[in-house]
């Protein structure tokens, strides 16, 4: 059974930073594309960042330059450093995979409001 499980949110000022971190319960972690979505007050989720098993990346246009996925597969984590927040970026951010079927975390809530 895989368990994504993300910590890292929080309240910040516009033009500040945070970084999520996803903790994975998943057998072979380094074979799996991991991503992070978010989903804002009344609108679908969106993809905003992905990472391949052989590190290709992939953003969002709305944060490319901005967000930066990563991933250490000895402690089988995905993190999201997140710079240069707006308001617009306030979402409850998921951690997400695929095995079998598509995964998802708890979430974890970002707010930017100054």
């Known amino acids: 059974q895989v368990q994504l499980v993300e910590s890292g949110g929080g309240l910040v000022q516009p033009g500040g930073s945070l970084r999520l971190s996803c903790v994975a319960r998943l057998s072979i972690f380094s074979l799996n594309t991991m991503g992070w979505y978010r989903q804002a007050p009344g609108k679908q989720r969106e993809l905003v960042a992905s990472?391949?098993?052989?590190?290709?990346?992939n953003y969002a246009d709305s944060v490319k330059g901005r967000f930066t996925i990563s991933r250490d597969n000895a402690k089988k984590m995905v993190y999201l450093q997140m710079n240069s927040l707006k308001p617009e970026d306030t979402a409850v951010y998921y951690c997400?995979?695929?095995?079998?079927?598509?995964?998802w975390g708890q979430g974890t809530q970002v707010t930017v409001s100054s």
């Open positions: 990472i391949s098993s052989g590190r290709s990346t």
């Open positions: 997400n995979t695929y095995r079998d079927a598509v995964c």
